[in-house]
């Protein structure tokens, strides 16, 4: 599976952003496809997931109700909105995906990543 993440950009606090995670190859064996993030000098986070059949998600606590992740199986994509940025929402954003089910938050789960797509996010 190859993942291509993109839709980041400069906005300013209380814009929005979604982003974008294209996915091919083996999409077959896809069953989560999940969204981190890592700021400058912290470790990679967990954001959110989704089932990519069924469509069930869930989020860290820290961006519940602002964000949303969703995905399109015709197109192959898995998409993040994130809506009410913040300064401290500022990093790069990576797009993963694991061909077991079920919702995880640590990186060694997932099998595949994006090539992460930089948000940054102005007082």
């Known amino acids: 599976v190859q993942l291509q993440a993109s839709g980041g950009g400069l906005v300013q606090a209380g814009d929005y952003l979604r982003l974008s995670c294209a996915a091919s190859?083996?999409?077959?064996?896809?069953?989560?496809m999940a969204w981190f993030r890592q700021a400058p000098g912290k470790e990679r986070a967990f954001l959110a997931a989704?089932?990519?059949?069924?469509?069930?998600?869930y989020y860290t606590g820290s961006v519940k109700g602002r964000f949303t992740i969703s995905r399109d199986n015709a197109k192959n994509t898995g998409y993040l909105q994130m809506n009410s940025l913040k300064p401290e929402d500022t990093a790069f954003y990576y797009c993963?995906?694991?061909?077991?089910?079920?919702?995880?938050?640590?990186?060694?789960?997932?099998?595949?990543w994006g090539q992460g797509t930089q948000v940054t996010v102005s007082s």
């Open positions: 993963a995906t694991r061909s077991g089910s079920g919702f995880y938050t640590f990186e060694s789960e997932y099998d595949y």
């Open positions: 989704v089932t990519w059949t069924g469509g069930r998600t």
């Open positions: 190859g083996r999409t077959f064996n896809i069953k989560t």
